[in-house]
């Protein structure tokens, strides 16, 4: 299983655009990458997943250069209810079997 | 509406006394799985299951137990609670396996005295 590494926690200012960094060295072939947020006390909300280059969708765009070492989620023009846990998943299902292991998260603080 | 519950929402109970936490999903996904969330720790999983009769240990199964007899229901069982398992409980499913989106229950906050 794809060990992931990401910044514990992040601050930012409302309207600013947000990018959280995921480095994944051992990501192998047939990985994805995945991001999930979570707001306290509620179960985590898939967000966006991709396999390379870029991915976007309404809420945020996912980078991902071409070694696939490591993974960009950027939030746009980020607001006070962005501010949640942000994890990084990667590579389910090689290795690890079926299991999913979410690590610890990278906690984001949006301010006025 | 396409949900995942979980019941009870709250429980406080006493060291040795068996419980179980439910959850169904109405989404016929495949794959369901438990997990806890501590401070700190992040979110474990506990259990997991590929599909009906079909389970397998996650990352921290010590002290629990779990039955997929249908595919809606997936029920955590703690046989003889202990105040190490005070925490945070999330059921959760997907489609078909763990690399598809995940959808969450709202959780059960648990408390063993």
């Known amino acids: 299983l794809a060990k992931t590494t990401q910044p514990i926690s992040m601050d930012s200012y409302e309207g600013q655009e947000v990018n959280i960094t995921c480095s994944h060295n051992?990501?192998?072939?047939?990985?994805?990458i995945t991001w999930y947020q979570q707001f306290p006390s509620q179960g985590p909300r898939f967000i966006i997943q991709g396999y390379k280059t870029k991915v976007t969708n309404e809420v945020a765009s996912l980078f991902i250069p071409a070694d696939r070492k490591s993974s960009t989620l950027s939030l746009p023009r980020v607001s006070l209810s962005d501010t949640a846990v942000y994890y990084c998943l990667v590579g389910v299902l090689t290795g690890g079997g079926n299991k999913l292991t979410f690590g610890t998260g990278t906690q984001l603080k949006v301010e006025l | 509406e396409a949900q995942v519950t979980q019941n009870p929402r709250y429980l406080i109970t006493v060291t040795g006394k068996k419980l179980t936490v439910t959850c169904s999903q109405n989404?016929?996904?495949?794959?369901m799985s438990w997990y806890r969330q501590d401070p700190g720790l992040g979110l474990r999983q506990i259990y997991y299951?590929?599909?009906?009769?079909?389970?397998d240990k996650g990352d921290v199964p010590e002290g629990y137990k779990v039955s997929r007899k249908e595919k809606r229901n997936f029920p955590l069982i703690l046989e003889s609670p202990s105040p190490n398992q005070t925490s945070l409980y999330f059921c959760?499913?997907?489609?078909?396996?763990?690399?598809?989106?995940?959808?969450f229950g709202p959780g059960t906050r648990l408390t063993v005295l």
């Open positions: 989404m016929n996904h495949e794959y």
């Open positions: 959760a499913s997907s489609l078909l396996d763990p690399n598809n989106e995940q959808f």
């Open positions: 299951s590929m599909n009906v009769e079909v389970t």
């Open positions: 051992n990501i192998a072939t047939n990985d994805y």
